[in-house]
């Protein structure tokens, strides 16, 4: 029986998004799978000729008489100029991708601007992403694992892809996923997971048509399909003595298997690999560097034009908690920043955000700064495995706008070191931006129907950093709720505003105390357990104990690894004066009497914070009743209902962490709550 449910709630393109655009007349000039798709999207519209028609897409080789425009400025790479005027729309991407995406941009538009109670002006926009690449990275196994399900880290229901052992048969849902991807503005895809089981690694080899039937799909939205590979596959599949990358015939391997992939899908991405890495094959074994190990991909690429995407997530994860010395926070520089330089030019390394795993609050990590001859790309996690799992709402577009706007070596944003827009004394080729997605077969595509606002933002803020967290959740609202009339609309922009501007910081507050993570429930780290990782082999290790808490990382006393940052970062995390409250035990263990920099103690705000948070719930889930004599209407029941169950699973979860982490800090401490609130 299939999983995949009958009615898939739109996300965010209802058919209400896109009748702006069709109202009218409507003329799509050119060939090509995207600008067939713009066809499609366009068939509610009276067809016009172009020189006439009140919507036309056209890509940059069109001239400007035959749209019926005086002039027209060249569309930029990977981007579209739109032009309004007198009530017509004109759409000229630099190829079919851009164009199909304009499309959907002016959507958007139209949206906003009904939100905002305002018409779009006439004129000329010129729009073209921040970052060259724009990947989303899909953790999807093609059989169901005992303990984490279909999807690794996926809180959404089955694969998209996948089912029973091989790819969907019906595609249909992928390509609903694809366009709700294209209208984000996202150009690639990985469709497997990074942890590559065995049965996986055959889709490199036996399962090439069905991944070309894969790419057919994303090929018609502008997306080119990258795999996940193992490195180990010259022997798995290969049935070779060796996967060592120096050897004549692993590289000779390689290059065939990959001859047979672009004989197949000739628009083909490339490779995704995470080598030496939590259990995974890797370079390491035949006393080779990451540099060797890449590079024997990208030799095989190269030919075809194709990417390898190689992960810098290699720490070591035997560790044993009594050694100080190992910091898994120091160990991808360690690893790394030696081998800039070494890289093909068509390797990508791909690095986290933080220095350790996607917590809820990590510093960025130094590596994106560290590597300028180096394409570097920051990979975001769309998928909330420490924020909630899609249960909690967790607005995430805050953090990766603090993130992708850090001034990592005191000059240039992670955003343009990722996008390579660096000055002519420190030029930095460019890497783009990753993330790993957060859908499934769930009818809701997340789980939590207010997560889709993460993938949405994602996609956006990879285009545009600048946007700020509020604008795009406008934008979201207005195009997800483009059914409702102007009056519910403004309600339930209020409401949803209400509830996640603020949704991230209040999720840190009830869970993870100034910059600790990964005090959760081991395996499927969800809930909370303050020693479920303390005497693990992870390297994850907080250290309280009765006198104090937080990771001693400075040069001075400690594992050394503020010294990874470039100046100023690296003296304002070193001293205890200057170092921020929320990163405070990230890099410092400090007393729990220690004085913070809002005036309260480390266990007085874990005490306040976690209460506050609970206390703060009231208001989330009032703003959603607000909405109730909407429900029916402008919010279907499924989806209120949905949101009800999970914002009392939220609040079941925020006051289980409250009381466990108030009562292990109250009796590691022996210091009482100075607001005698009670402790359980
Ligand atoms: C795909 C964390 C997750 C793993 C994930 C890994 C990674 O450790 O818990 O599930 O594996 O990150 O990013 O490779």
Known sequence: MSSTPSR???????????????????????????????????AGARPAPAREADVVVATGDACADDLGLAELPAPPPRGAVTVRTGGRLV???????????????AARTAARARLAGRSTPDGVSIDAPEQPRRMLDHWDNMEVHPVMGQVERGYAGGSLFFEAGRVRDDLARVHEYARLLASIGIDAVAVNNVNVHEREAHLLTDDLADVARLADVFRAYGMVTYLSVSFGSPRLLGHLATNDPLDEDVRAWWRQATDRVYATIPDFGGYVVKADSEGQPGPFAYGRTHADGANLLAEALRPHGGTVVWRAFVYDHRQDWRDRSTDRARAAHDHFAPLDGRFAENVVLQVKHGPMDFQVREPVSPVIAA???????????????????????????????????????????????????TSPDRPQPAGGLAAVSNVGTDAFWTGHPLAQANLYAFGRLAWDSSLTAEEILDEWVALTFAGADDAALTRIAAALHAMMDDSL?????????????????PGVHYGPSVEGYEYSPWGTYHFADRDGIGVDRTVATGTGYTGQYPSPWRETYESLETCPDELLLFFH?????????????????????????VEQLDDVEGAWASLADLVGTAVPEAYDARVRERLAEQRRSAVEWRDQLRTYFHRASGIPDATGRAIY
């Open 8 to 42: 898939v709630h739109p996300a965010w393109l209802p058919p209400e998004a896109l009748a702006p655009l069709t109202s009218g007349t409507a003329a799509v000039v050119g060939d090509g799978p995207c600008l067939d798709t713009a066809r499609r999207e366009l």
């Open 91 to 105: 759409v000229v991407g630099h190829d079919g991708a851009a164009a199909l995406r304009g499309l959907y941009a």
């Open 371 to 421: 590597m300028p001859r180096t394409r570097v790309a920051v990979e975001l996690q769309v998928t909330q495995e420490y924020t909630g799992q899609q249960r909690h709402v967790a607005y995430l577009a805050p953090a990766w706008r603090e993130y992708l706007g850090f001034r990592l070596d005191g000059e240039h944003t992670v955003a343009q070191l990722a996008a390579g827009e």
């Open 505 to 521: 910081a209040r999720y840190e507050a009830y869970t993870a105390p100034l910059g600790i993570g990964f005090m959760v429930t």
């Open 589 to 613: 263990h400090v007393p729990y009497t220690h004085v913070l920099h809002s005036g309260s103690t480390v266990v007085q705000h874990v005490y306040d914070s976690r209460a506050d948070a």
